[in-house]
């Protein structure tokens, strides 16, 4: 926002509408703030809006749990302002956000460098969120942990930031991190996939009866290999988006 000090009047400012997972969103600005209590101290309000969607597509329903994270961009290296939020958003709840994100006073202040050259920089990022994430929500909540401290984990998209995956934890977390540590040993991972296990992916078919066309079932030879339970986990770290 060029021009920021010339916004005092300005009750909000809209950004323009950009899509995730297949819904219209934009991040709604209170240059002002939002409360407007006397002896308040003013501070910059954010929210993230998905009324766009509903402007374009009026009568569609749509729930979407999402995680974002808004940034406030400062010239010094490493002192941005940053804070992020869990929301399901619907049509009835279409936005969510900071009633208080940044006290004006501190953005205003040059020592912060907020403001160079009067620009207001800011960053939104945006994560919809799968079931399985939705899940590890919940079960966040049901141990009655801080759900902050998940939110920036389920920001993160390990495949795009770093072109790896992990193991989710199913109560073996020492295991988890050996097999982790042990794919990045690439003499390892050779020897891995060196395991011969072509006969013990073969299938026999079975006819279980009835009326033509025969009913079959397709079993595995052994499903207790060692050497073909690692080489599918090693393939699924390679391969797998999440």
């Not at 300005?10 to 297949?22: D, L, N, P, W, Y």
């Not at 309000?45 to 961009?73: N, Q, T």
């Not at 966040?140 to 989710?168: M, N, Q, R, Y």
């Not at 990045?184 to 009835?210: D, L, M």
């Amino acid at each position: 926002i060029r021009n920021f000090s010339r916004t005092k009047d300005t009750a909000s400012i809209s950004s323009e509408a950009f899509e995730v997972a297949g819904v219209m969103w934009s991040f709604l600005l209170f240059p002002q703030g939002v409360t407007k209590t006397a002896g308040h101290t003013k501070q910059l309000g954010l929210f993230l809006d998905s009324s766009p969607h509903k402007a374009k597509h009026p009568g569609m329903e749509y729930d979407k749990s999402a995680c974002f994270e808004f940034s406030v961009i400062s010239a010094n290296e490493g002192e941005d302002e940053s804070k992020a939020l869990h929301h399901f958003f619907t049509p009835e709840d279409s936005d969510w956000g900071f009633h208080n994100f940044i006290k004006l006073d501190l953005l205003r202040d040059p020592a912060n460098a907020f403001l160079p050259g009067d620009v207001l920089t800011m960053m939104v990022t945006v994560r919809v969120l799968t079931a399985s994430a939705v899940g590890i929500l919940q079960d966040t909540k049901e141990h009655g942990k801080d759900l902050s401290a998940a939110i920036p984990f389920l920001l993160h998209d390990a495949k795009t930031d770093t072109g790896f995956v992990g193991l989710k934890d199913q109560g073996s977390t020492s295991l988890n991190a050996l097999l982790q540590a042990l794919y990045h040993v690439p003499a390892f991972q050779r020897a891995i996939y060196q395991i011969p296990t072509e006969k013990e992916t073969e299938s026999r078919r079975h006819n279980v009866g009835g009326a033509p066309p025969a009913v079959w079932r397709v079993e595995d030879d052994k499903t207790d290999s060692i050497g073909l339970a690692l080489q599918r986990v090693f393939y699924r770290l390679r391969t797998s988006v999440n």
